[in-house]
């Protein structure tokens, strides 16, 4: 599924909000973790990023009921950040679309998705790619900034990832971009950055996960959130 009904998402429910479900754990508590989430969020969250907790929690299978019993409601972003050949990318791709996820997120750094970006809007998936890491010691990002921004750009990725802890990368990111490659920026409340702020830098959606799923109130937290990314973007 394009990026473009993930917007759509967005403007009808009003939130830039997807939720990292990165729940760890005995496989039922973290399957009937998922479910309720995922049943109380719909008003507030527009997608699901699910990665290796959930899947080695609750396996495959595990995350295949979930994607099923929620993908009407949800877009569902693979976050395996795949770093390999071409071939094995597409591959893998592939499988994770049959899955019944939308997008897929992909290092850039070892510049193998050449052939993977049209490949994937052939299943009608998109690839979001890693540009900028949110924890401190992303220096090899930092001094390669340049290179993963030309490559992501000139390659054609749906999107790009980057921490919202590191805002002017966001700005530059959305000056150098084609309009239409959004950018998703993690790092909300938990790993310092506030909510709403890296929309006001250019991000296009935040992505938020134990500042949700470790609530005392999952709900109130994703609404706090919410709240806060319209009261940004009005102010823009
Ligand atoms: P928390 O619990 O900190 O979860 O809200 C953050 C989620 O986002 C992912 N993450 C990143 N992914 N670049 C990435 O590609 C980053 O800079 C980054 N920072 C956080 C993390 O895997 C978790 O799912």
Do not use: W
């Not at 109130?217 to 919410?226: E, G, K, Y």
């Amino acid at each position: 599924m394009s990026l473009a009904n993930l917007m759509n998402k967005a403007e009808e429910k009003g939130s830039r909000l997807i939720l990292a479900l990165d729940l760890l754990g005995p496989k039922d508590y973290c399957s009937s973790r998922a479910v309720y989430l995922l049943s109380i969020l719909r008003d507030y969250v527009i997608g699901v990023k699910i990665g290796h907790p959930l899947t080695l929690s609750i396996g495959i299978k595990g995350v295949l009921d979930i994607i099923k019993q929620y993908s009407s409601e949800y877009f569902f972003i693979a976050d395996f950040k795949l770093a390999d050949v071409p071939h094995i990318m597409k591959a893998t791709v592939k499988v994770l679309v049959d899955m019944g996820f939308n997008a897929v997120i992909t290092h850039l750094f070892p510049m193998s998705i050449d052939e993977l970006v049209p490949f994937s809007h052939g299943l009608n998936a998109s690839i979001i790619g890693v540009l900028m890491m949110s924890h401190k010691g992303a220096v090899l990002f930092e001094k390669n900034l340049n290179v993963l921004l030309d490559y992501a750009r000139g390659v054609g990725v749906d999107g790009v990832v980057v921490g919202a802890t590191k805002p002017m990368y966001i700005k530059l990111a959305r000056e150098r971009l084609n309009r239409d490659q959004l950018i998703f920026a993690p790092g909300v409340i938990r790993q310092g950055a506030t909510a709403g702020e890296a929309l006001k830098f250019g991000a296009d959606f935040e992505i938020v996960g134990r500042a949700i799923y470790e609530a005392p109130d999952p709900l109130l937290s994703a609404r706090r959130i919410v709240e806060s990314e319209r009261e940004a973007l009005h102010d823009q």
